[in-house]
Nanobody, 124 residues
Framework: QVQMVESGGGLVQAGGSLRLSCAAS????????MGWFRQAPGKGREFVAA????????YSADSVRGRFTISRDNAKNMVYLQMNSLKPEDTAVYYC?????????????????WGQGTEVTVSS
């Protein structure tokens, strides 16, 4: 089992920045990919970004590319999401997830473990 705990959400004005953190614990050696997804009110869960635990390959959604950066610290079992130039449409609950399979990083169904989420609100 792997446990995921997110932190760093909050309220920010449009154009501002936030950094989300996610701590993984448990059988972290089984993690192949760590990712961030988000869910806005009334909408489905959306892929944001992902990073391979080994090698560090990253993937990101078109909607956040150039504004959001995912990074990891394997020694600390942490993954981060630096969010810059935030827009009101980035408002959502952000979830950290871990996958033990080396398949599509953008598909939520490929992730085994999920955190409880952290809320991000961007005011206009």
């Amino acid at each position: 089992q792997v446990q995921m705990v997110e932190s760093g959400g909050g309220l920010v004005q449009a154009g501002g920045s936030l950094r989300l953190s996610c701590a993984a614990s448990g059988r972290t050696s089984t993690i192949y990919t760590m990712g961030w997804f988000r869910q806005a009110p009334g909408k489905g869960r959306e892929f944001v970004a992902a990073i391979r635990r080994s090698g560090g390959n990253t993937y990101s959604a078109d909607s956040v590319r150039g504004r959001f950066t995912i990074s990891r610290d394997n020694a600390k079992n942490m993954v981060y999401l630096q969010m810059n130039s935030l827009k009101p449409e980035d408002t959502a609950v952000y979830y950290c997830a871990a996958s033990t399979a080396g398949i599509s990083a953008a598909s939520a169904s490929n992730y085994n473990y999920w955190g409880q989420g952290t809320e991000v609100t961007v005011s206009s």
